[in-house]
């Protein structure tokens, strides 16, 4: 064992071994098979990734993403001054690559090749490795074989029997972070390694902080406020759509966060570019795809949010294990809707019977973890196996439901009726079933009331789920005693999200317009405006000033996020509103709304930035509505909102085609001497000599000239 401790040291730079790793080594170098459960940061890879540099031969690596192996193999070259030391084989390589990858690997140079499962069935790579010395075969992400997995991969299924072509008599070690008893016995059967030796680490992350929020229209800024509060922190946040992670990303970026996506429809150069400068502290948040974060080493992420509802339990599990991989912080935060579950529930009725159904349990798991109110450690525990007494230490903290209880109600009956239930019909019925077929007249009628009763149970060890007959509930020797002797039990209720309030977008908007303070800004504005020989409207429009009226921004980074006001009218008229504002403020004690405002970028930002780009390059607007297939109308909207948000456009080169230097002038004079900018007043002043869009698109070059 010194040999390998001094192998540790050389390649890995640890002085000792952690967890499981020693035994798991020592049992895969004496060529017995291994199947490993750690949770993830647990230090699997060493465990084969140590034995393939002490073994003669070439260790094979089984991993399921590309982004996987590049940076295990970075890691490994990384400690080692021969880079041909690990490879990978994969769809990324050029016919040139692969070449010199063979070479390196028939020159003994190669210690460790990381495969994917789809390159492993092709006929050259099973003729190409049934001639080379293997010395193991590592199953990264195992949890890919079974069917009941949360990522299931058919071509994982096929390893075993590619194998027993290309060397019958291999060791084999199988890793995973995510298995339920159910899917590590399906594992075990398909690679045909019944008398290899299971080594299952607990499951409990001791450092991560569980928590539930409510997904509503203020999640955004909910999100925003979360991560300024976190500031200088690494942290992931999972979407379910590339769309998603794009739109986040933007809007992230708009309200001062850096941030990255990645997902796959990214170029491949982008997506390895963007991992890299999240790796490197470049950008602290990456929003993502669950194809980010396998395999990946960043040990300082300090939290992983989902944004949407994950698939299942072990997807949720092993992504919200890439945050405090070194044992520091790490917050675990999901925004859960019935929205979200409604959509994935439609996306899996296009799936065929079996899988549409294994979908729609592993959703329903998630759901249930989600809405319940017992303790988010003991429930996941549960799941994969593992039992967990809450109050026993202090990482009870950790953990929304237990630091927020809710009020324990008595279920001794309805617990009673679940156990004889069971009991009589010889143990025949799974968790739906036995809820619908409940005679639940003259008690609790509600559905979600039962499902909670018989959760509970569960996790209380008055049931447990057969792993064979997945899903059959058993009766435990607690639950018979209970039967015989039944007393009180206290359950909290579950949470139902259904009932949750919704939260408008405009939450701090009060009902009633602060008047005084509005007196005083339109006072201010005129007097702005008279300074500079303007019109009112033109430094700031009303609604501009009502906005400010119950929002009270005090400085210009939060004048520009008015509506109406931009950079540019921040710039240029806002010093002396936002002193009137903070001093009015701090005279009356005003308990202001968040200071953190959200910034949006709008559904038509890209299209906005489009149209600006064409009018710099003085496209006329006719091509314009041609092109975009809009009415005249709806564009002289766009480039209004565009003006009066404080950007300058400049389409003189349009005016002057349609109004001659007289026109323009009596336009010029009727708007420098008006009360507002009210277009019907304006067509009622000139009684027919200008149509509405004429008067618009002066206004809107008035504007643009004067005001931006």
């Given at each position: 064992?010194?040999?390998?401790?001094?192998?540790?040291?050389?390649?890995?730079?640890?002085?000792?071994?952690?967890?499981?790793?020693?035994?798991?080594?020592?049992n895969?170098?004496?060529g017995n098979?291994s199947?490993?459960?750690?949770?993830?940061?647990?230090?699997?890879?060493?465990?084969?990734?140590?034995?393939?540099?002490?073994?003669?031969?070439?260790?094979?690596?089984?991993?399921?993403l590309?982004?996987?192996?590049?940076?295990?193999?970075?890691?490994i070259?990384?400690n080692?001054?021969?880079?041909?030391?690990?490879?990978?084989?994969?769809?990324?390589?050029?016919?040139n690559?692969?070449?010199?990858?063979?070479?390196?690997?028939?020159?003994?140079?190669?210690?460790?090749?990381f495969?994917?499962?789809?390159?492993?069935?092709?006929?050259?790579?099973?003729?190409?490795?049934?001639?080379?010395?293997?010395?193991?075969l590592?199953?990264?992400?195992?949890?890919?074989?079974?069917?009941?997995?949360?990522d299931?991969?058919?071509?994982?299924?096929?390893?075993?029997e590619?194998?027993?072509?290309?060397?019958?008599?291999?060791?084999?070690?199988a890793?995973?972070a995510?298995?339920?008893?159910?899917v590590?016995?399906e594992?075990?059967?398909n690679?045909?390694?019944?008398?290899?030796?299971?080594?299952?680490s607990?499951?409990?992350?001791?450092?991560l902080?569980?928590?539930?929020?409510s997904?509503?229209?203020?999640?955004n800024?909910d999100?925003?406020?979360f991560?300024?509060s976190?500031?200088?922190?690494s942290?992931?946040?999972?979407c379910?759509?590339?769309k998603r992670?794009?739109?986040?990303?933007?809007?992230?970026?708009?309200?001062g966060i850096?941030?990255l996506?990645?997902?796959?429809g990214?170029d491949?150069?982008?997506?390895?570019?963007?991992?890299?400068?999240?790796?490197?502290?470049e950008y602290?948040?990456?929003?993502?795809?669950?194809?980010?974060?396998?395999?990946?080493d960043?040990?300082?992420?300090?939290?992983?949010?989902?944004?949407?509802?994950?698939?299942?339990?072990e997807?949720?599990?092993?992504?919200?294990?890439?945050?405090?991989?070194?044992?520091?912080?790490?917050?675990?935060?999901?925004y859960?809707?019935?929205?979200?579950?409604?959509?994935?529930?439609?996306?899996?009725s296009?799936?065929?019977?079996s899988d549409?159904?294994?979908?729609?349990m592993?959703?329903?798991?998630?759901?249930a973890y989600?809405?319940?109110?017992?303790?988010r450690r003991?429930?996941?525990?549960?799941?994969?196996?593992?039992?967990?007494?809450?109050?026993?230490d202090?990482?009870?903290?950790?953990?929304?439901?237990?630091?927020?209880?809710?009020?324990k109600?008595?279920?001794?009956e309805?617990l009673?009726?679940?156990l004889?239930?069971?009991?009589?019909?010889?143990?025949?019925?799974?968790?739906?079933?036995l809820?619908?077929?409940?005679?639940?007249?003259g008690?609790?009628?509600?559905?979600?009331?039962?499902?909670t009763?018989?959760?509970?149970?569960?996790?209380?060890?008055?049931?447990?789920?057969e792993?064979?007959?997945?899903g059959?509930?058993?009766?435990?020797?607690?639950g018979?005693?209970y039967i015989?002797?039944?007393?009180?039990?206290?359950?909290?209720?579950?949470?139902?999200?259904?009932s949750?309030?919704?939260?408008d977008?405009?939450i701090n908007?009060r009902?009633?317009?602060?008047?005084?303070?509005?007196s005083?800004?339109?006072k201010?504005r005129?007097?702005?405006?008279?300074?500079?020989?303007?019109?009112p409207?033109?430094?700031?429009?009303?609604?501009?000033?009502?906005?400010?009226t119950?929002?009270y921004p005090?400085?210009?980074?939060?004048?520009k996020?008015?509506n109406?006001?931009?950079?540019?009218?921040?710039?240029?008229?806002?010093?002396d509103f936002?002193?009137l504002?903070?001093?009015?403020?701090?005279e009356?004690?005003?308990?202001?709304p968040?200071?953190?405002?959200?910034?949006t970028?709008?559904?038509k930002?890209?299209?906005?930035l489009?149209?600006?780009?064409?009018?710099?390059?003085k496209?006329?607007?006719?091509?314009?509505?041609?092109?975009?297939?809009?009415?005249?109308?709806?564009?002289?909207?766009e480039l209004?909102?565009?003006?009066?948000?404080?950007t300058?456009?400049?389409?003189d080169?349009?005016?002057?085609d349609?109004?001659?230097?007289?026109?323009?002038?009596?336009?010029?004079?009727?708007?420098?001497?008006?009360?507002?900018?009210?277009?019907?007043?304006?067509?009622?002043?000139?009684?027919?000599?200008?149509?509405?869009?004429?008067?618009?698109?002066?206004?809107?070059?008035?504007?643009?000239?004067?005001a931006?």
């Amino acid at each position: 064992m010194n040999n390998l401790k001094i192998k540790l040291k050389e390649n890995f730079g640890f002085s000792s071994f952690k967890n499981l790793q020693e035994p798991i080594i020592n049992n895969l170098i004496n060529g017995n098979h291994s199947f490993v459960i750690l949770p993830t940061g647990g230090g699997k890879s060493l465990c084969y990734q140590l034995p393939a540099l002490y073994l003669d031969g070439i260790a094979i690596v089984i991993s399921p993403l590309i982004a996987l192996m590049k940076n295990q193999v970075d890691l490994i070259r990384g400690n080692n001054s021969d880079e041909s030391i690990a490879h990978v084989l994969n769809s990324s390589l050029t016919k040139n690559q692969i070449e010199e990858v063979k070479s390196d690997i028939t020159n003994g140079k190669t210690k460790i090749l990381f495969i994917a499962p789809e390159t492993l069935t092709k006929k050259e790579t099973i003729a190409f490795l049934s001639k080379s010395s293997i010395s193991f075969l590592a199953i990264d992400e195992a949890h890919c074989i079974s069917e009941w997995g949360h990522d299931f991969r058919p071509e994982y299924r096929k390893i075993r029997e590619i194998f027993d072509q290309i060397k019958p008599e291999i060791t084999i070690i199988a890793l995973t972070a995510t298995a339920t008893p159910k899917v590590q016995d399906e594992i075990i059967k398909n690679l045909k390694i019944d008398n290899g030796k299971v080594y299952k680490s607990s499951f409990n992350r001791p450092n991560l902080y569980y928590e539930i929020r409510s997904k509503s229209k203020e999640t955004n800024l909910d999100l925003i406020k979360f991560i300024n509060s976190n500031k200088n922190k690494s942290g992931i946040i999972y979407c379910l759509s590339r769309k998603r992670v794009d739109e986040l990303s933007e809007l992230l970026n708009i309200n001062g966060i850096k941030s990255l996506p990645y997902h796959a429809g990214l170029d491949k150069k982008i997506r390895n570019e963007n991992q890299d400068k999240f790796l490197k502290d470049e950008y602290d948040v990456i929003v993502a795809t669950i194809a980010f974060g396998m395999g990946i080493d960043k040990p300082d992420v300090r939290f992983v949010i989902h944004y949407d509802i994950p698939k299942s339990i072990e997807g949720y599990y092993q992504e919200t294990g890439r945050a405090g991989r070194d044992g520091g912080e790490g917050i675990c935060i999901l925004y859960y809707s019935y929205d979200d579950v409604e959509k994935l529930e439609k996306l899996f009725s296009k799936k065929n019977t079996s899988d549409r159904e294994i979908s729609l349990m592993l959703l329903g798991e998630m759901m249930a973890y989600a809405e319940s109110s017992i303790s988010r450690r003991k429930f996941l525990l549960n799941y994969f196996g593992e039992e967990y007494y809450p109050g026993k230490d202090s990482i009870d903290v950790l953990d929304d439901n237990l630091r927020f209880p809710k009020e324990k109600i008595e279920a001794k009956e309805y617990l009673s009726i679940l156990l004889n239930k069971v009991r009589n019909s010889k143990e025949k019925f799974k968790h739906k079933t036995l809820i619908k077929s409940i005679d639940r007249k003259g008690l609790k009628s509600d559905e979600r009331f039962w499902n909670t009763v018989l959760r509970s149970a569960i996790m209380d060890g008055f049931f447990k789920k057969e792993i064979k007959n997945y899903g059959s509930l058993i009766i435990t020797e607690k639950g018979k005693g209970y039967i015989k002797d039944p007393e009180t039990y206290l359950i909290p209720e579950d949470r139902d999200f259904d009932s949750s309030p919704k939260t408008d977008n405009n939450i701090n908007k009060r009902s009633v317009i602060d008047q005084e303070l509005m007196s005083s800004l339109i006072k201010l504005r005129k007097k702005v405006a008279q300074k500079s020989s303007l019109p009112p409207f033109v430094v700031f429009q009303e609604f501009s000033l009502e906005e400010m009226t119950y929002k009270y921004p005090i400085n210009l980074e939060e004048l520009k996020n008015i509506n109406g006001v931009g950079e540019g009218k921040a710039n240029k008229f806002g010093y002396d509103f936002i002193s009137l504002i903070k001093g009015y403020v701090n005279e009356n004690n005003i308990e202001r709304p968040d200071d953190i405002k959200l910034r949006t970028y709008g559904a038509k930002s890209a299209s906005k930035l489009s149209l600006i780009q064409n009018i710099d390059k003085k496209i006329p607007l006719d091509e314009i509505i041609n092109s975009k297939g809009v009415e005249f109308s709806q564009l002289l909207f766009e480039l209004e909102s565009i003006v009066f948000s404080g950007t300058k456009l400049n389409i003189d080169y349009y005016i002057n085609d349609i109004l001659d230097e007289d026109q323009q002038l009596d336009l010029h004079e009727y708007f420098i001497g008006a009360n507002n900018e009210d277009v019907s007043v304006a067509l009622q002043e000139f009684d027919g000599e200008f149509d509405e869009d004429e008067i618009r698109l002066y206004r809107i070059k008035f504007i643009s000239d004067i005001a931006n």
